[in-house]
């Protein structure tokens, strides 16, 4: 069973932003957040922004600095990296043959932000074995932290 990706308000804005700051060359970034059983369980505890080491309108890959540091993040935090997120800044938010070529990792998300519309358009993935499935995008509320004993929502 695949397990929708929730993002908050938030981490939606700090991906499409960054998209947005990437034009006119595609943009990149992960996801960091906990897996269970081998499996991300949805949750995005983090949106990564990162550089663009093809600095390409068409080809991204994620600059290997940001990659580590990433991987660092995701360590302290008891994390996974479990998903990479990019722009298409003319074409639909469907995986390219570049795209399902270039998918590292069975189990991460791969959200991907159009531009070819007004509006942005961004729509999530996993890709097995070059069989692209589409992912539904839930945006959630993050837990509410009151710090009166017993009061904090997880």
């Not at 996801?31 to 081998?38: A, D, F, K, Q």
């Not at 995701?74 to 003319?90: C, D, K, L, Y």
């Amino acid at each position: 069973m695949t397990r929708a990706l929730r993002l908050t308000a938030h981490q939606h804005r700090v991906i499409v932003g960054h998209c947005y700051d990437g034009l006119p060359d595609e943009a990149c970034g992960l996801l960091l957040g906990p897996m269970e059983r081998g499996v991300p369980t949805g949750v995005v505890t983090e949106a990564v922004p990162c550089r663009n080491a093809d600095a390409s309108a068409r080809t991204y890959t994620v600059e290997p600095k940001d990659m580590l540091n990433a991987m660092r993040a995701a360590e302290a935090a008891s994390v996974e990296i479990v998903g990479v997120w990019h722009s298409h800044t003319h074409t639909t938010a469907y995986p390219s043959p570049t795209d399902v070529r270039q998918a590292v990792d069975p189990t991460w998300y791969y959200p991907i932000v159009s531009f070819r519309d007004d509006a942005p358009v961004v729509r999530a993935y996993r890709i097995v074995d070059g069989e692209i499935t589409e992912i539904p995008i839930e945006l959630v509320e993050p837990p509410r932290v009151d710090f009166r004993p017993g009061r904090s929502e997880f």
